[in-house]
């Protein structure tokens, strides 16, 4: 569910003609819709109410500061996965203790400030890094708690570059080193190892894998218990479906129903750390189509939006629903999907202007008949599309602007030529 919609054949970010942002920033430009992020939080806070939960939006997905804040308003906590973003989450206005820091290149510097700074939890990815946070906490004279990140080597069936809980990945340790790991580090009165973390992927569609993940920690955690050490909370991480089409992932109180059972009563505090299914369909990538053209039996649209911009359809074959702003009537949408033909629709590949063949946004797409300066919207680019932004070809990044209720506010402007050379100078 989320707050675009088209109304009398024009589309709306909850009540702002988003034509009327296209006029007053220009394209192309991310839009956000505040309402969507915060019912997405809600919902999730309201499906594990049930057990002791902290929320951890995660900021890698979407982190400008103003979203931020109102999701810490809302009572988020944050996952960073690094200096920069622990700075953006404290900008934010956010509570330390309610900050969780995962990543496995942590720096010293980055380590030492989150230290300094009294985040809720390390997560650990390796006895190297554990040792080291052990060492920096006491030249800093700082105590903190860590969860360590195992891998439950379940199959997450999502892309090969978004499936992180095998045991082939860079990330966590197995099972069998974990109570090694612990028995070995879990006395350590600066760094108290009093939690377990599992981040399975991004992209699932499923419950199945995480209900099979906490099946396999459960037993691990009731062994480390029988052994001594104190564990008092499990990170179940992110990953969970963000609705890219219409209806086709589990929603939060699915995966709650699923998961509730299994933890209620097991005297462990729940952290989540949702990434995309809190932000991906709050926010849309508005451009404008710059040029059409034909060529080797093949219809190419040419917008102002590249991969630059949102590099996910060129990085992971991502899936965005396109689709103009201003329809004729009768192409107006009633879903979301990969397969929505209606009749008097031609297909497309919808392309940006970046130099590289990798540079486009939809590939043999059915879109209604467009014309040079016509508007169209990528949808569900909330998460990992801003974020992920570059300033390839000398492109100065877009702007991000935030819809609450029929007011929008730039949040971040547009980079100019001169914010390209200036630290150059
Ligand atoms: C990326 C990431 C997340 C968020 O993933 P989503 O798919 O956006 O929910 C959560 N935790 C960790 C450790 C991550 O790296």
Redesign the pocket.
Not at 201 to 204: E, I, L, P, R, T
Not at 237 to 240: I, R, S, T, V
Not at 273 to 277: D, R
């Given at each position: 569910m989320d707050f675009f919609h088209y109304r009398q054949s024009k589309l709306y970010a909850e009540d702002v003609a988003v034509e009327a942002i296209a006029a007053a920033v220009g394209t192309p430009v991310y839009i956000y819709s505040k309402a969507t992020f915060l019912d997405h939080l809600r919902k999730i806070q309201k499906a594990y109410s049930r057990l002791d939960t902290m929320v951890c939006f995660?900021v890698?997905?979407c982190g400008n500061i103003h979203i931020l804040r109102f999701l810490a308003g809302a009572g988020s906590g944050f996952?960073v996965?690094s200096g920069g973003e622990l700075y953006r989450a404290m900008q934010a206005g956010a509570g330390p203790e309610t900050i969780v820091y995962?990543?496995v290149g942590k720096t010293d510097v980055e380590m030492t400030e989150a230290l300094r700074a009294g985040i809720g939890y390390f997560?650990i990815e390796s006895e190297a890094e554990l040792e080291n946070l052990i060492g920096l906490a006491g030249q800093a004279g700082c105590r903190t708690r860590a969860a360590l990140r195992v891998n439950p080597d379940v199959d997450y069936r999502t892309h090969k570059y978004?499936a992180?809980g095998r045991k082939q990945t860079k990330f966590g340790v197995d099972i069998e080193r974990a109570l090694k790991v612990f028995d070995t580090y879990g006395a350590n009165p600066d760094v108290r190892l009093c939690a377990v973390?599992v981040?399975l992927?991004?992209?699932?569609k499923t419950i199945d894998p995480y209900v099979d993940a906490v099946k396999k920690i459960l037993p691990v955690i009731a062994e480390l218990r029988r052994r001594g050490h104190a564990i008092e909370a499990l990170d179940l991480?992110?990953?969970?479906g963000?609705d890219y089409v219409s209806d086709s992932v589990p929603s939060a109180e699915d995966y709650a129903a699923g998961l509730i059972p299994l933890l209620e009563g097991k005297g462990l505090r729940l952290i989540l750390?949702?990434?995309?299914?809190i932000c991906?369909n709050a926010g849309i990538l508005l451009m404008r189509v710059l040029y059409t053209k034909t060529g080797g039996g093949k219809k190419f649209v040419i917008v102002d939006a590249g991969m630059n911009d949102l590099i996910r359809p060129s990085l992971y074959q991502a899936f965005h629903f396109i689709w103009p702003v201003a329809p004729a009537e009768r192409f107006v949408p009633d879903r979301r999907d990969e397969n929505l033909s209606i009749p008097g629709t031609e297909v497309v590949d919808v392309v940006g202007p970046i130099c590289e063949g990798a540079d486009f946004l939809a590939k043999d797409r059915a879109l209604p008949p467009l014309a040079r300066g016509d508007l169209l919207a990528a949808f569900t680019a909330g998460?990992?599309g801003f974020t992920m932004a570059s300033n390839y070809n000398a492109r100065g990044r877009t702007p991000e602007v935030l819809a609450d209720g029929d007011v929008f506010t730039v949040i971040r402007r547009r980079e100019t030529y001169e914010d390209l050379v200036s630290l150059e100078r």
């Open positions: 995660s890698k997905a996952d996965v995962a990543g997560n978004t992180t973390h981040h992927g991004s992209g699932g991480g992110g990953g969970y963000a750390e949702p990434g995309k299914s991906a998460a990992y």
